[in-house]
């Protein structure tokens, strides 16, 4: 089942989607530098890192890698998507707390240039996928 068949609006809702993500990252990034701790419990961060592992072993194990090579690839993506997990987390609540102190027309260009940025990065990848095919 396809979200929707409007071309400009699933561009728009990937980029808006992309946008955030990276907002957030970076405000997760500024709160871990300036808070030092870790936004997201334990369990839940091991729980996930468990999940992505297994599955990332699997998906890599799948695609032709010998068992330490899909071993060693679940363990990077399972650790990259902790990062992101943390980073995140970490953003929400750093704009929760100081979204008044950023301002909102900081915050508003850093989503717009974001958008930009997401939309070149998404459509460069997918014609580089699409050219391998």
Same mark, same amino acid.
């Given at each position: 089942?396809?979200?929707?068949?409007n071309k400009f609006i699933r561009s728009?809702?990937?980029?808006?989607v992309i946008?955030?993500?990276?907002?957030?990252?970076?405000?997760?990034?500024i709160n871990l530098f300036v808070e030092g701790g870790n936004p997201v419990p334990l369990p =839940?961060?091991?729980?996930?890192?468990a999940?992505?592992?297994?599955?990332?072993? =699997?998906?890599f194990e799948e695609r032709g890698?010998?068992?330490?090579?899909?071993?060693?690839?679940?363990?990077?993506?399972a650790a990259v998507v902790s990062l992101v997990l943390v980073l995140i987390c970490g953003g929400v609540i750093y704009l929760l707390i100081h979204a008044t102190e950023t301002g909102v027309d900081k915050i508003a260009s850093m989503i717009a240039v974001c958008m930009v940025i997401g939309m070149a990065a998404l459509n460069y990848s997918t014609h580089h996928l699409r050219a391998r095919r």
């Open positions: 089942m396809r979200w929707t068949q728009l809702g990937i980029s808006i946008a955030f993500g990276m907002v957030s990252a970076t405000f997760g990034a =839940v961060l091991l729980m996930a890192f999940i992505v592992f297994v599955l990332g072993s =699997v998906f890698a010998d068992r330490i090579g899909a071993l060693i690839g679940g363990g990077i993506a």
